[in-house]
């Protein structure tokens, strides 16, 4: 089972950091991604972490502000400088496939998908 948390409401500028901690001794193995949705659009890939945290991938809207970490059963999103453009549903999902640019950024490569939190960014 995976549960985000951390969601907000924040200011433009502002920073949130939200967490996906599952439940397993397998965590360690599934490579693990960040998407989200807005109102009217379709999920989207934000970033990916491979399964020992040695490599990372993000979208180019989320390159250079967000950073993505794991320690343990938690993977974590640190989200900087956030615009208004950020707000939307953010799901984490974990994924059994190999890590690679082609991989990480498709939705059905993804096996379990937790709940979502919402993030707000006002302007």
Request: proline share 2%; hydrophobic share 30%.
């Amino acid at each position: 089972q995976l549960v985000e948390s951390g969601g907000g409401l924040v200011q433009a500028g502002g920073s949130l950091r939200l967490s996906c901690a599952a439940s397993g001794r397998t965590f360690s193995t599934y490579v693990v991604g960040w998407f989200r949705q807005a109102p009217g659009k379709e999920r989207e890939f934000v970033a990916a972490i491979s399964t020992t945290g040695g490599s990372t991938y993000y979208s180019d809207s989320s390159k250079g502000r967000f950073v993505i970490s794991r320690a343990r059963n938690t993977v974590n999103l640190q989200m900087n400088s956030l615009k208004p453009e950020d707000t939307a549903v953010y799901y984490c999902a974990h994924s059994t496939n190999s890590f690679n640019s082609i991989n990480v950024v498709r939705i059905r490569q993804y096996n379990h998908w937790g709940q979502g939190t919402q993030v707000t960014v006002s302007s």
